[in-house]
């Protein structure tokens, strides 16, 4: 590696993906950076590279199959994505770094980035870390338009955290989402952003100090624990009746909270129902007998049952 500054028995970390055929396991695809991309394009130092810690010259972090059927991959230490031939493995072409395909307008230009994805209307979508070491002095949510015959790059939208200038030394992503906003994971900063259509920031949320997010996605997820749901139940000054908290730590599909009630565990009734308030709903119980039992039941939107506590006596 004397060529790229680096010492002459070194070795060279190559950056592969390949196609999995999960009902077999069989490689159907393989794709190599070395074979493709030089040396020389990288922005990584190969100065004290050695056999036991590789120069890694590219260092991919995402693929993504574009409408037209290419592949876009996208290497961080060269500072680029690219437009890959599926059939010859042949690079179309760069967007970024050393060697871009096209003139990188104002704003378009990234430095350690991650996440490269084609959007519906083809402009693409990266988040530029800029670091590290620092190129910028923050993080971006960055989206950039092609113009192919022109071929030239324009920066369409850039966001940043308002609040505070978060620069991630690695990791990160862009999420787009119906209408125009856009979910940010910071990645090694612990923080996860949304932004609406025009920047502005709709959620933000810091997570603890030492957490990092590789990506983070807003998805439509159900969650159904494990364990059943939590009673706990308060009897009124007067004896006559009670109120019930219910919970379920998880549980995403709650609409509304059945209190049972009787004398026996096998003897309960509905006496009580509310809807869904919160992490805890209160449920007030306007009559009790002493040293009866209760349970509460988790009801979906439909009314159907999906969970029940342990019967409990008060």
Known sequence: MSSVGGPRDAAIADTLFQEIDLKTGLVMYEWHGLDHVALSDSYASAKHASRTTPFDFFHINAVDLRVDGDLLVDARNTWAA??????????????????????????TRTAWQHDAREQPDGTITLFDNGATPAVHSQSRAIDVALDPLRKTATLVRSDVHPGKALVA??????????????????????????????????????????????????????????????????????????????????????????????????????????????????????????????????????????????????
């Open 169 to 314: 030394g690695s990791q990160g992503n862009v999420q787009a989402l119906a209408g125009g906003a856009w979910m940010v994971g910071w990645g090694e900063v612990p923080y996860v952003s949304e932004f609406s259509a025009g920047g502005q920031l709709l959620f933000d949320a810091q997570l603890p100090a030492a957490y990092e997010s590789y990506r983070a996605y807003r998805l439509a997820w159900s969650g159904h624990p494990s364990r059943a749901p939590a009673l706990a139940a308060v009897r009124a000054p007067s004896g006559h009746g009670a109120t019930v908290y219910a919970s379920w730590n998880g549980a995403t599909d709650v609409a509304a909270w059945r209190v049972l009630a009787g004398t026996s565990p096998s003897n309960l009734t509905a006496a009580a129902q509310a809807p869904r308030s919160g992490f805890e709903t209160a449920v007030s119980l306007p009559r009790l007998a002493a040293g009866g039992y209760l349970q509460v039941q988790a009801l979906d939107g439909s009314g159907a049952v999906i969970g029940a506590s342990r019967v409990k006596r008060i």
């Open 82 to 107: 690219y437009d890959v031939d599926p059939h010859s493995g042949g690079v179309r072409w760069a967007l970024g770094g050393k060697r871009s395909s096209f003139a990188m307008g104002p704003g």
